[in-house]
């Protein structure tokens, strides 16, 4: 009888290990499981949180136009007091001009953010002088493309002072402009699925049609031409107070 207790009390106690080692088991597969599916929701929300929208990709854009439009005021100002300007400065700031600003911004907002507003009849005559610009812009950059590395003569000097001028005097405003009104209004007239779907197709098209520009290697290409004229540590524009 001593015997038969002893194996029952063992027996007992190897099940109950078991079933225990069991649950464990299965509340750490289970606990694993609920961690992984947790994670995978927070990082596809956190994908969704990286994706921009169409106008805070546009305004991003434009803040490399704007650093653009820096390097050419620098050299604007080199060239009408006589000093050096690095061709290639100027030749590179205008070749990213073309490729990035000109040739993927602009056309992202020619083909799919003013007929946006051209269609529900929303600051028509605004959106045609923008469309405008674009184009005497593009003659601009052109002709800086092709005249760039020719900075011998007074008269190619002066050639190439008057085309950033105006390049510049004209894309301050146009750019401005753009931020203030037409983005804020596309959004006003778009409903929230609209202005997704907007955002969708612009990804869509970069892809397929324009072809992908890697932001982060524009800015270090920008980087590089600012370094080389020696305005690119931002301190130096801050007032010296007396
Ligand atoms: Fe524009
Ligand atoms: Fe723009």
């Not at 190897?14 to 464990?24: D, G, P, T």
């Not at 854009?61 to 820096?70: Q, T």
Request: charged share 30%; glycine share 4%.
């Amino acid at each position: 009888m001593a015997i038969s207790l002893s194996m029952y009390t063992r027996r007992a106690f190897f099940l109950n290990f078991f079933q225990w080692v069991q649950l464990i088991l299965c509340f750490t597969c289970l606990y694993t499981f609920f961690l992984q599916a947790e994670g995978k929701e927070r990082d596809s929300v956190f994908q969704e949180e990286k994706e921009l929208s169409p106008n805070e990709d546009l305004m991003q854009e434009h803040g490399v136009l704007n650093r653009l439009l820096l390097i050419y005021e620098e050299i604007e100002q080199r060239l009408k007091t006589g000093n050096d300007v690095p061709a290639e400065a100027l030749l590179q700031a205008a070749s990213i001009m073309k490729s990035f600003i000109e040739d993927h911004h602009e056309r992202i907002e020619e083909e799919f953010i003013f007929p946006q507003l051209e269609n529900r009849n929303i600051l028509v005559d605004l959106i045609q002088t923008l469309r405008e610009q674009h184009l005497v812009g593009r003659d601009i950059t052109h002709y800086i493309l092709m005249n760039g590395s020719q900075l011998n003569s007074e008269e190619e000097r002066q050639e190439i002072i008057q085309r950033l001028h105006a390049f510049i005097t004209m894309y301050r405003p146009h750019e401005a402009r753009e931020d203030t009104v037409v983005f804020p209004t596309l959004r006003e007239a778009l409903t929230e699925k609209e202005y997704k779907e907007l955002g969708e197709e612009i990804e869509e098209a970069e892809h397929t049609l324009f072809g992908e520009e890697d932001f982060d290697e524009i800015i270090e290409q920008v980087v590089a031409i600012e370094k080389l004229l020696g305005i690119y540590e931002l301190s130096q524009f801050t007032p010296k107070s007396n």
